[in-house]
């Protein structure tokens, strides 16, 4: 897999643009960038992926640099809900029983 | 349902005795993953299984954590002879066979063992 690194912690306002940043700078040319978050006592959830091409959901959008070597998610109007650990992890797109593997991600505190 | 599920929500086992875990999943996803999370190691993959297959196909560590399929949307996780280093949240995860593979995670069970 692809290693990943995330800062340890980040702060937002709430209703300011939260951009959490991930390097993944060994990512390979299969290898697709997802973004799942943790809230406090929750299963870890799914946020966005992609591949080179900017993506944008409802949730929030990716951007991933050029050379892919890293990306950016951006949540465009944090709330005080979007409190949470941020991981994002790199693995191909397909792999029949390939496991996500989750580092230490990023602590976003939303601030009122 | 239209979630992955898991009880108990908490479990408290004694130190030697045997724990079983249990995830309802989504109808239809074919392959359920159990993680193991700790505050100070993160997430790692304990085990995961496919279809009606009956036994796990890793173990991590060997041989005292297993999964069972006794139904297809059904997987509980065995841990023999509890550890203390055992507790930490265990999480159940399906995954999607659709086009976006992605990944629906329970929330969870916290195992203490004391």
């Known amino acids: 897999d692809a290693k990943t690194t995330q800062p340890t912690s980040m702060d937002c306002a709430e209703g300011r643009a939260a951009n959490l940043p991930c390097n993944h700078s060994?990512?390979?040319?299969?290898?697709?960038v997802y973004w799942y978050r943790q809230i406090h006592s929750q299963g870890p959830q799914y946020i966005i992926h992609g591949l080179k091409n900017n993506e944008t959901n409802e949730m929030a959008s990716l951007i991933i640099t050029e050379d892919r070597k890293s990306s950016t998610l951006i949540l465009p109007h944090a709330t005080l809900r979007d409190t949470a650990v941020y991981y994002c992890?790199?693995?191909?797109?397909?792999?029949?029983?390939?496991?996500?593997?989750f580092g230490k991600g990023t602590l976003l505190t939303v601030n009122p | 349902g239209a979630g992955v599920s898991q009880s108990p929500r908490y479990k408290v086992a004694k130190r030697g005795r045997d724990v079983a875990l249990r995830c309802d999943s989504i109808s239809g996803h074919v392959t359920l993953y159990w993680y193991r999370q700790t505050l100070g190691q993160g997430s790692e993959v304990l085990t995961y299984?496919?279809?009606?297959?009956?036994?796990?196909k890793s173990g991590r560590p060997s041989g005292r954590f297993s999964a069972e399929r006794p139904e297809r949307s059904v997987s509980t996780l065995k841990i023999q002879r509890t550890e203390q280093g055992d507790s930490a949240v265990y999480l159940c995860?399906?995954?999607?066979?659709?086009?976006?593979?992605?990944?629906?995670f329970g929330s969870g069970t916290r195992l203490t063992v004391v």
């Open positions: 995860a399906s995954r999607d066979p659709g086009p976006n593979y992605g990944y629906t």
């Open positions: 299984s496919q279809s009606d297959a009956q036994r796990d």
């Open positions: 992890i790199v693995r191909p797109y397909r792999g029949s029983n390939y496991k996500l593997t």
């Open positions: 060994t990512i390979s040319g299969n290898e697709y």
